[in-house]
């Protein structure tokens, strides 16, 4: 591949994307029908068992996640279409670690010093904020959900071991 100038491009292929989602999507459809089995997917004298919907929705996803992957292989040398150049992968990034390292952190130090953490890097990394703003914000938000799931709705949400010697 190569660009309009002719140098060669830096790009990833949409080969390599679409089989490996294809194959996520496999392993998940056979979780669900596993699952599905497990807690009986039959007709019951009063209905469809728990089991028969997810079933039923875990074979359509084994289907069509089976039927991508057969396309994108059969058509794999062929198939010269581009996913993303590196520029975009960087940018997809540096939003999908942070997220992923925050859903992460939430089992370890719990939601709101994670939701801290997570705001005040994408304000300062990003956004560019000042450290008095992004310290506000970061703050203000996780105090906010606390207060209203907390406090107002009676909701408990994922606390770490801070909240818990402080008592929240």
Same mark, same amino acid.
């Given at each position: 591949? #190569?660009?309009?100038?002719?140098?060669? #491009? *830096?790009?990833? $292929?949409? $080969?390599?994307? *679409?089989?490996?989602?294809?194959?996520?999507?496999?392993?998940?459809?056979?979780?669900?029908?596993?699952?599905?089995?497990?807690?009986?997917?039959?007709?019951?004298?009063?209905?469809? !068992?728990?089991?028969?919907?997810?079933?039923?929705?875990?074979?359509?996803?084994?289907?069509?996640?089976?039927?991508?992957?057969?396309?994108?292989?059969?058509?794999? $040398? #062929?198939? =010269?279409? *581009?996913?993303?150049? =590196? *520029?975009?992968?960087?940018?997809?990034?540096?939003?999908?670690?942070? +997220?992923?390292?925050?859903? %992460?952190?939430?089992?370890?130090? %719990?939601?709101?010093?994670?939701? +801290?953490?997570? +705001?005040?890097?994408?304000?300062? !990394?990003?956004?560019?904020? %000042?450290?008095? $703003?992004?310290?506000?914000?970061?703050?203000?938000?996780?105090?906010?959900?606390?207060?209203?799931? &907390?406090?107002?709705?009676?909701?408990?949400?994922?606390?770490?071991?801070? &909240?818990?010697?402080?008592?929240?």
């Amino acid at each position: 591949m #190569s660009d309009p100038t002719g140098n060669p #491009s *830096e790009s990833v $292929r949409v $080969r390599w994307p *679409e089989a490996a989602v294809a194959v996520v999507l496999q392993g998940l459809a056979v979780l669900v029908i596993t699952d599905s089995l497990r807690v009986g997917v039959g007709w019951a004298d009063d209905g469809p !068992r728990s089991g028969y919907f997810p079933f039923i929705i875990g074979v359509l996803l084994f289907a069509s996640a089976t039927w991508i992957l057969v396309s994108q292989l059969r058509r794999w $040398r #062929s198939d =010269r279409a *581009e996913f993303a150049d =590196r *520029e975009q992968l960087h940018q997809v990034m540096s939003m999908a670690v942070p +997220i992923t390292l925050y859903v %992460g952190a939430i089992a370890l130090v %719990g939601l709101y010093l994670a939701s +801290i953490a997570l +705001i005040a890097w994408f304000m300062l !990394r990003h956004g560019k904020y %000042g450290v008095l $703003r992004t310290a506000a914000v970061a703050v203000g938000v996780p105090l906010l959900a606390f207060l209203v799931f &907390e406090r107002w709705f009676l909701v408990p949400l994922p606390k770490g071991p801070l &909240e818990a010697m402080l008592g929240f």
